[in-house]
């Protein structure tokens, strides 16, 4: 399968070329032994700057991905609109506008049970990927003043994690949502055999 083993692990400077060299490997990507070796430096640059790294930090390495802006997928947010008024008995309403790396940019409205799971279907409708919210874990982090989200989306029977930070808590859950997704459109372009037997073709 490809995506979030249960067995998740957390990489940092300290842990060797066996430790990532199985971590691609439960993420979906075939690597091999000489393969790792030659990501192997970039993976501890990267460690030496960050207490952690995480799984969309090793697709970016295995993909060769440059985005600046860290994305490990195609789409960003441009816009994020949320309303509720439960008074006048209206569903929770979003309305979100996304930009794809072709310079695309595609505006979705949505209904759904609250304004953010609203913003879940319409980055659904907009990036064409049906991904379900399976776990989503929110911490405000008051030193800093910010909300650290961290969503497990499920995607046809495979699970991706995406992670964010943002000072409004609705901001942070949907922006961890949509590195989820773009973490399931990174890995299934990079793995379409793999794909294809997990799903049984």
Not at 44 to 53: F, G, I, N, Q, S
Not at 87 to 104: C, F, V
Not at 131 to 158: C, F, K, N, P, Y
Request: hydrophobic content about 45%; overall charge negative; some cysteine.
């Amino acid at each position: 399968s490809v995506g979030v083993p249960s067995n998740m692990l957390v990489l940092g400077k300290h842990s060797g070329k066996h430790a990532v060299g199985a971590r691609l490997k439960a993420l979906g990507f075939d690597v091999s032994a000489q393969r790792v070796e030659d990501l192997f430096p970039d993976f501890k640059r990267l460690a030496d700057t960050c207490r952690e790294v995480t799984d969309a930090d090793l697709v970016r390495l295995a993909t060769g991905d440059a985005r600046v802006d860290g994305r490990v997928g195609p789409w960003r947010m441009r816009r994020t609109e949320l309303r509720v008024d439960w008074e006048d008995g209206t569903k929770p309403y979003a309305r979100i506008t996304m930009e794809h790396d072709n310079g695309e940019r595609r505006t979705v409205s949505h209904e759904g049970e609250g304004p953010v799971d609203a913003a879940f279907a319409a980055v659904c409708a907009v990036t064409g990927v049906p991904g379900v919210i399976s776990i989503l874990d929110l911490h405000h982090i008051a030193t800093e003043g910010v909300v650290r989200a961290e969503a497990i989306v499920e995607v046809e029977g495979e699970l991706y994690s995406g992670k964010a930070r943002e000072v409004d808590i609705a901001d942070a859950a949907v922006a961890a949502f949509v590195a989820a997704i773009n973490q399931a459109v990174s890995l299934r372009a990079a793995n379409p055999r793999r794909i294809k037997m997990a799903a049984g073709a």
